[in-house]
Nanobody, 127 residues
Framework: QVQLVESGGGSVQAGGSLTLSCAIS?????????IAWFRQAPGKEREEVAA???????RYSDSVKGRFTISQDNAKNTLYLQMNTLQPEDTAMYYC????????????????????WGQGTQVTVSS
């Protein structure tokens, strides 16, 4: 059974940095996968902010491009989200999620495409 466990959230002042981790178990990296970081602020829809696939291609939302970096350490079975120059609008619950169904890179996944989710980690940025 695939499990994802996030950590690394916390409170930071605007302009600061945080690194989120997502420990993944129950699958091997020699399969097709697309693993993403989502965030959801109160009253807003859950949005994908960064993703990486089994070919190491990455994707970022316009709101975080240039500030956030997604990476993975296969040896540690861990996905990371390095977040720099954080702003109050980055405040949200952050989730990692995995999709193991092969889809074209051009296909923009929706929340329902992800079968596996972590429990989330809260990021709060104060001004």
């Amino acid at each position: 059974q695939v499990q994802l466990v996030e950590s690394g959230g916390g409170s930071v002042q605007a302009g600061g940095s945080l690194t989120l981790s997502c420990a993944i178990s129950g699958f091997t990296y020699n399969t097709a996968y697309y693993i993403a970081w989502f965030r959801q602020a109160p009253g807003k829809e859950r949005e994908e902010v960064a993703a990486i696939d089994n070919l190491r291609r990455t994707r970022y939302s316009d709101s975080v491009k240039g500030r956030f970096t997604i990476s993975q350490d296969n040896a540690k079975n861990t996905l990371y989200l390095q977040m720099n120059t954080l702003q109050p609008e980055d405040t949200a619950m952050y989730y990692c999620a995995a999709d193991f169904v092969f889809r074209l890179w051009s296909y923009r996944r929706v929340v329902a495409d992800f079968a596996y989710w972590g429990q989330g980690t809260q990021v709060t940025v104060s001004s």
